[in-house]
């Protein structure tokens, strides 16, 4: 039996090491990329206990997690999963629960983010669910939610809140502190919540959520480096019953300190000008001293954490139409294929364009000038 039992736990890690690998291989480095893992719900974690997919991966419940997530494409708003909060039950005062997450990278402090998710329930209880960001593992907080005060209530994204039992949108946009490292959702009310769900059999009064995702505003603000790293070791946290509960016992009076790091990436942009000079004359072979050029800049390139580069030829207005538009493209590949025999990045993203004569930077009726329009500018995106 025990046998058997590591040949499954065997398995299984190899199929978490598959997934967190497959959501790096998949994820890019895009602004859009949520700082929240999971946020669907559909990745299934397999606990410590049971060893069933009981709860989703990413985020742990206060209360049991049986009751709480649910794998049931009709009620959720999108894919096959969502999960619930208790915000009150009719036969005890103040019974509540909460659900929580880490995020993958730190928030930068001053900068803006939005939240955004959906929500519903069937009685008309949504104002009083709000959203707490700590700097601490909220699971290990000693003080009932309805003494604490939310970082905010949600609010709809349009209008009010509808009155009825219909998915409906939560938009929140904010300013970070810079010390978030847990959100957590629950009923942070001072009223309680009680009396008569007017469900038959059902004496809780439950909130459900789906398609949770924090993102920043500034879309040069994207994922950390090492979030591939955070990523797992979230997915990695498998206690959800008895032994999660034995956890907080034992760590109530002496939370861990667990701080997000790094903070997200900003996107460095920097400029560089390859001028016609050192291009053959009307082709777009590169001369020696447009060759050594690339050398010195590939050098120092090698240094830095590139996300991608951007070619674009230009052109002056003499000439055809077509003979131009094929000259400003010949220019960017020559100048492509030469940064990637000096980069050695197999990896690496080069987005060549050619814009011919459409975008002068100086008067095309002046020699100086057409000059000056004959160029090759490169944009180079990088992280901090």
């Given at each position: 039996?025990?046998?058997?039992?590591?040949?499954?736990?065997?398995?299984?890690?190899?199929?978490?090491?598959?997934?967190?690998?497959?959501?790096?291989?998949?994820?890019?480095?895009?602004?859009?990329?949520?700082?929240?893992?999971?946020?669907?719900?559909?990745?299934?974690?397999?606990?410590?206990?049971?060893?069933?997919?009981?709860?989703?991966?990413?985020?742990?419940?206060?209360?049991?997690?049986?009751?709480?997530?649910?794998?049931?494409?009709?009620?959720?708003?999108?894919?096959?999963?969502?999960?619930?909060?208790?915000?009150?039950?009719?036969?005890?005062?103040?019974?509540?629960?909460?659900?929580?997450?880490?995020?993958?990278?730190?928030?930068?402090?001053?900068?803006?983010?939005?939240?955004?998710?959906?929500?519903?329930?069937?009685?008309?209880?949504?104002?009083?669910?709000?959203?707490?960001?700590?700097?601490?593992?909220?699971?290990?907080?000693?003080?009932?939610?309805?003494?604490?005060?939310?970082?905010?209530?949600?609010?709809?994204?349009?209008?009010?809140?509808?009155?009825?039992?219909?998915?409906?949108?939560?938009?929140?946009?904010?300013?970070?502190?810079?010390?978030?490292?847990?959100i957590s959702l629950a009923n942070f009310s001072k009223?309680?919540?009680?009396?008569?769900?007017?469900?038959?059999?059902?004496?809780?009064?439950?909130?459900?959520?789906?398609?949770?995702?924090?993102?920043?505003?500034?879309?040069?603000?994207?994922?950390?480096?090492?979030?591939?790293?955070?990523?797992q070791l979230i997915y990695e946290q498998d206690e959800?019953?008895?032994?999660?509960?034995?956890?907080?016992?034992?760590?109530?009076?002496?939370?861990?300190?667990?701080?997000?790091?790094?903070?997200?990436?900003m996107e460095v942009t920097d400029t560089l000008i390859?001028?016609?000079?050192?291009?053959?004359?009307?082709?777009?072979?590169?001369?020696?001293?447009?060759?050594?050029?690339?050398?010195?800049?590939?050098?120092?390139?090698?240094?830095?954490?590139?996300?991608?580069?951007?070619?674009?030829?230009?052109?002056?207005?003499?000439?055809?139409?077509?003979?131009?538009?094929?000259?400003?493209?010949?220019?960017?590949?020559?100048?492509?294929?030469?940064?990637?025999?000096?980069?050695?990045?197999?990896?690496?993203?080069?987005?060549?364009?050619?814009?011919?004569?459409?975008?002068?930077?100086?008067?095309?009726?002046?020699?100086?000038?057409?000059?000056?329009?004959?160029?090759?500018?490169?944009?180079?995106?990088?992280?901090?």
């Amino acid at each position: 039996m025990l046998k058997q039992y590591n040949q499954l736990h065997c398995v299984y890690l190899l199929m978490r090491f598959l997934l967190v690998l497959s959501l790096v291989a998949t994820s890019t480095f895009s602004f859009s990329q949520s700082l929240l893992p999971n946020g669907g719900f559909e990745d299934e974690n397999i606990c410590l206990e049971y060893h069933v997919n009981c709860a989703p991966e990413g985020w742990i419940s206060s209360g049991d997690a049986f009751a709480n997530y649910f794998k049931d494409s009709r009620r959720a708003f999108k894919g096959e999963h969502c999960v619930a909060i208790e915000a009150g039950f009719s036969r005890r005062a103040f019974q509540r629960t909460f659900i929580r997450a880490r995020l993958i990278c730190g928030l930068r402090k001053g900068h803006q983010y939005k939240l955004e998710f959906y929500v519903k329930s069937i009685q008309p209880i949504l104002d009083s669910i709000g959203v707490l960001f700590t700097s601490f593992d909220f699971l290990f907080g000693q003080k009932k939610l309805q003494n604490i005060t939310p970082s905010f209530f949600v609010r709809p994204a349009n209008g009010a809140f509808v009155k009825d039992s219909s998915w409906q949108k939560v938009s929140i946009s904010f300013i970070a502190n810079g010390d978030e490292s847990f959100i957590s959702l629950a009923n942070f009310s001072k009223r309680d919540i009680n009396g008569e769900t007017n469900i038959y059999m059902e004496k809780h009064f439950f909130v459900y959520f789906d398609e949770i995702s924090l993102t920043p505003l500034d879309r040069k603000e994207s994922l950390c480096f090492g979030w591939q790293r955070n990523l797992q070791l979230i997915y990695e946290q498998d206690e959800r019953h008895e032994f999660l509960r034995q956890a907080i016992r034992q760590n109530k009076s002496d939370p861990p300190t667990v701080l997000v790091r790094p903070f997200t990436s900003m996107e460095v942009t920097d400029t560089l000008i390859v001028p016609d000079v050192l291009f053959a004359t009307a082709k777009s072979e590169l001369r020696v001293d447009g060759n050594r050029m690339l050398d010195s800049v590939c050098l120092k390139l090698r240094t830095k954490r590139i996300d991608s580069i951007v070619v674009e030829g230009h052109t002056d207005n003499t000439g055809t139409i077509q003979g131009n538009e094929q000259l400003a493209v010949d220019r960017a590949l020559s100048v492509e294929s030469a940064i990637r025999q000096r980069m050695l990045m197999p990896a690496l993203i080069i987005i060549t364009r050619g814009w011919a004569d459409r975008k002068p930077v100086a008067d095309n009726s002046t020699p100086a000038g057409r000059q000056l329009n004959r160029r090759v500018e490169l944009y180079i995106y990088m992280k901090e």
